[in-house]
């Protein structure tokens, strides 16, 4: 069976080397992009089985990338999982609304996000 | 002129002479006094008449006198006049005060000067009015910057907290990859230290949290999602994890809750991060061997919980203290326990952003009681049983939904307020919803919007099918718009409509982090008012309140009820304690109530400026309240109403 390939959009280059460690280690094939842009470009081209998206991003926020992904016919079938310090309750709300699949406050426990993953996986 | 009218002239000024407060006094070129009003006189303690012919060296002090004669040559030299100049001058009978002088040079009619007019005003009041209008400028510039730091301070806070989040993020991350052996084996040391890694991490991002906490209630960005929830489940449902916690450390854990449920209107979250706190500082502050209850109380229109241990306790000096921020009491070795002092302020923020008390009785080396109140709400069960077999029926044929629930509590007193029928409310509530779902562009055949009603109950609930989170999320806003607007326009004001996630007690679905499956997901609408078993009114009258140790302390009385009385002093009692009150109304004062009464909550005043003393409001209920003095209450409470 093909390996899952999972999008990672994330700026913190040492959080993409951890996370990229873990969800290699389970299998996961990952590819990454350090900014909105590069990510949104990414997802169109690749169009990844998930995606790990950060929502303080440079050149797009993450917010604006999950609409324009979840909005659009061809891409809004994979699930994004929203990644971030801020927790407010707004933050998730705005989340829902854009139409993510999840979302997940950091620090985060691993164990939680790889749940999340195999949950929406499934689907 | 003729004789009549030069008297009568004279009159004039020589009234303006006699009576006017201001010192008016005429001077020749020698500054001699040519003549002076009574004012003058009155002030220097003699008749105008004897200081004719006397200058200002006769009357007051050298030093002085040379300073006027200085203003008056300036004046008759120059020929320009001074005017309204602040001098401060110390009358001889000793008071200090401030004089505006005015002095004006007097001409011949050949334009030679011959002498001065002067006038001179008493401004002392003035000059203290100017003075605490720009003490109280400085005051409040001084207020504004103040503010100004405080919320730089949390804005300071609340950035760098998420600052600090990252890193921790990946940190947690990278250690967690090497403990879970996912880059190599690992030792059974090397684990250990890393376990301690990982729960050093907890420790910050606790302190993180704690710390952006405190910064967002204080900025008040802090939203609260309310829903119905009952107070016992949600305290029953991390009673496990708190009893394996106190089994640690053999401390005795147990729970006291009422036999019935308890609805209470709040952010389950948030009360959880309350009662988390209280239990876990009971447990921390309390030595191996000790008991700890955490006890869930009924009043009349509050429940109160009550957190008491016999720990270390705290001692009078820390007391006062206790709920500030940044505040930590000694405390038991084990460092694993040290935090960075928030978590009881935040919980005061909390408690009382939802309008409920929070208090603490402690005595060192015995033990403490925390207790905090939160209002109740009189309500039904969430979801019927009708509605939940259409919703699973739903859910098994794969079509997603959304669910929108409107719940009238205390409908009686609208209906009272509005004077409309249960039906036609309804009616008209039905009528909103199909004006907001045609405006939200929701409809299609196969999406039909179903709607229960039991007016009865209050309820009137809508299942959407098919529509996306979106599509709930606009319907919900605008119904609760409308909701209000229809309330207002039937003068009702106090309505408060809510849309929040699916309550707490709710255990038809699941959620996982509060984050619905997209399938299916649940807005809520209530509306209510707070509802009061009894009946209360307002009003002052003098209670005696009878302490123990004989002592009496009279209090003015903020509201009374057929339950108990509400008031300030400025004892401090023990909750639970039992005493003694008497009382009269104004308008009856011949019968009196005496009743006996327990505490049942108490709320710390903040004290105001210049006031010296601690005040206290408590709550008292009435222990077997005799039928005739409930008769009385009853009867006045009538009346009011």
Redesign the interface.
Known sequence: MPKKRILLIEDEADMVYALNIQLEALNFEVLSASDGQAGLDMARKEKPDLIILDLMLPKIDGYKICRLLKFDEKYKKIPIIMFTARAQEQDKKLGQEVGADAYITKPFDSKALLDKISALLKK | MGFKELKDKYQLLRDLMDFIPDVIYFKDKQGRFIMVNQAHAKGLGVKPEALVGKTDFDLFSKNRARKMAQDDAHVMNTGKPIIDKVERATRPDGVDNYVSTTKIPRYDDKGRVIGLIGITRDITRRMQFERLRKDKLCVEKKLESLEELSAMKSEFISTVS?EL??P???????V??VF?E??GQINHKQKEVLQKTLDN?ERL?KIIDDLLDIS?IERNTL?L?YSLVDIVDLIKDSEGFFIKLAEEKNIRLKYVYPGEPVNVFIDADRVRQVIFNLISNAIKFTMDGGKIKVEVKILESKVRIGVIDTGIGISKADLSSIFNKFTQVSRLPGAENKGVGLGLSISKKLVERHKGEIWVESKAGVGSKFYFTLRRFYTLDMLGKSLRNKVSRLMKSGISMHFVSLMILNCGEFRKRMRISLDSLFKDLHAILVLVLKNAKYSGADKQAMSVINPKAGKFSIILPGAS??QA?NISSLLKYKIKQYFSSNKVEDVFITIGSLSYSQKVLSQ????SP?RF?IKEIYIGSEMRRFKRLSFKTNIKLFLPDEKVELSESVDVSEGGICLVIKHLLKTDSELKVSFAFPENKESIITAKVRVAWIKKIELLFGESFEKYKVGLEFINLENRCKKIIRRRLLNKS
Do not use: E, M, Q, Y
Request: glycine share 6%.
């Open positions: 998420h989040r990252t921790l993020a990946v940190i947690k991350g990278l967690t990859i879970n996912v880059v991490t991002k967002r939203k999602h989170s979106r999320a996982d982090d509060g984050f997209s997901s």
